[in-house]
């Protein structure tokens, strides 16, 4: 079946960069683009942006540019997203629906705690 | 891109039916027939339940429908359920080429 499966969760210093792995199986990784949201502890959703794994174009969302690098790896499958921003918050990855215009499915979400 | 405007929370008693609404502009909601709605439980990830306005994603309960009329879209959960408290939220493709989540809606099921 189709699955994203996510890096662990990490816990990062003011000011440092923390790389969250999406690893995908089930489908050809390079057929459909990838997107990755962000929730902040009890807040909503927001989308960040996304890649497309067989072109590497990327689209970010304004507020998430500068400080947001997409980046994917076709021989593992696997998508990638550093972060520099200093909010403790779940990222998650998810596939673009067959037919596009919606997120599924998704990953299980990885927790990134900044604590100095 | 500012968020679109959900109710904060939604509540009815089991086997009523409740409607949540998702307010846009006409640069994203009514632009497109391109609204989503996630549910979420808490600690889980999203989950698709209504894409392309209203059509349900595999497996999802004909219990839940989506409509839009302008720059509103709308969720209807008819026969309400205890399995259906959560969170709810919308997504739009928007004319910045990107796509935008709703604020959420927490349903309580009394």
């Known amino acids: 079946q189709v699955q994203l499966v996510q890096s662990g969760a990490e816990v990062k210093k003011p000011g440092a960069s923390v790389k969250v792995s999406c690893k995908a199986s089930?489908?050809?990784?390079?057929?459909?683009?990838i997107h990755w949201v962000r929730q902040a502890p009890g807040q909503g959703l927001e989308y960040m942006g996304c890649?497309?794994?067989?072109?590497g174009v990327t689209r970010y969302a304004q507020k998430f540019q500068g400080w947001v690098t997409m980046t994917t790896d076709a021989s593992i499958s696997t998508a990638f997203v550093e972060l520099k921003s200093d909010d403790t918050a779940v990222f998650y990855c998810?596939?673009?629906?067959?037919?596009?215009?919606?997120?599924?499915?998704w990953g299980q979400g990885t927790l990134v705690t900044v604590s100095s | 891109q500012s968020a679109l405007t959900q109710p904060a929370s939604v509540s009815g008693s089991p086997g009523q039916s409740i409607t949540i609404s998702c307010t846009g502009t006409?640069?994203?909601?009514?632009?497109?027939?391109?609204v989503s709605w996630y549910q979420q439980h808490p600690g889980k990830a999203p989950k698709l339940m209504i894409y392309?306005?209203?059509n349900r994603s595999s497996g999802v309960s004909n219990r839940f429908s989506g409509s839009k009329s302008g720059n509103t879209a709308s969720l209807t959960i008819s026969g309400l359920q205890a399995e259906d408290e959560a969170d709810y939220y919308c997504?739009?493709?928007?004319?910045?080429?990107?796509?935008?989540f709703g604020t959420g809606t927490k349903v309580t099921v009394l």
């Open positions: 998810a596939r673009d629906r067959v037919g596009g215009w919606a997120f599924d499915p």
């Open positions: 089930g489908y050809t990784f390079t057929d459909y683009y």
């Open positions: 890649i497309h794994p067989n072109s």
């Open positions: 006409s640069s994203d909601v009514g632009g497109y027939n391109y």
């Open positions: 392309d306005v209203g």
């Open positions: 997504s739009s493709w928007t004319s910045s080429a990107n796509y935008v």
